[in-house]
């Protein structure tokens, strides 16, 4: 087990998420994607270590249009296609974050990789 410098933001979609999802490509009822099919979906980010509830927001209010514009990516590439206005209030709207102060790694055989994060990369993950 290894303690890493981190602290972690896990982020997940409320329901206003959920409806713009569904409004991508309109279905005929079941087949629209519930709440609960994605909040199962979680990204978890690595930050740094935060300490104070004033320091987490601070940190969050700096990086909060990278982590809308992954979420919004995870689910539609062509940008055309994303609301109007990307700005806090949305991002309030559509993500619910939760914050963790330690980041443990329970993997005691590999190693931790370093990749950066590209379309590609987020593309692979939906597909799996």
Same mark, same amino acid.
């Given at each position: 087990?290894?303690?890493?410098?981190?602290? =972690?933001?896990?982020?997940?979609?409320?329901? *206003?998420?959920?409806?713009?999802?569904? =409004?991508?490509?309109? %279905?005929?009822?079941?087949? @629209?994607?519930?709440?609960?099919?994605?909040?199962?979906?979680? %990204? &978890?980010?690595?930050?740094?270590?935060?300490?104070?509830?004033?320091?987490?927001?601070?940190? &969050?209010?700096?990086?909060?249009?990278?982590?809308?514009?992954?979420?919004?990516?995870?689910?539609?590439? @062509?940008?055309?296609?994303?609301?109007? %206005?990307?700005?806090?209030?949305?991002?309030?709207?559509?993500?619910? &974050?939760? *914050?963790?102060?330690?980041?443990?790694?329970?993997?005691?055989? =590999? =190693?931790?990789?370093?990749?950066? &994060?590209?379309?590609?990369?987020?593309?692979?993950?939906?597909?799996?």
């Amino acid at each position: 087990m290894k303690l890493l410098n981190r602290s =972690a933001l896990s982020v997940r979609p409320t329901q *206003h998420f959920v409806d713009w999802i569904n =409004a991508l490509e309109p %279905t005929m009822g079941d087949d @629209d994607i519930a709440l609960a099919d994605v909040e199962r979906e979680s %990204t &978890v980010y690595l930050i740094p270590e935060m300490d104070t509830p004033e320091a987490l927001e601070g940190f &969050v209010r700096e990086r909060y249009l990278e982590i809308l514009e992954t979420e919004l990516r995870a689910w539609e590439e @062509d940008e055309r296609q994303w609301p109007e %206005t990307i700005d806090w209030p949305l991002f309030q709207r559509f993500l619910q &974050v939760e *914050h963790s102060y330690l980041a443990i790694d329970l993997d005691d055989e =590999a =190693a931790l990789e370093i990749s950066e &994060v590209d379309d590609s990369l987020l593309m692979d993950v939906d597909q799996d």
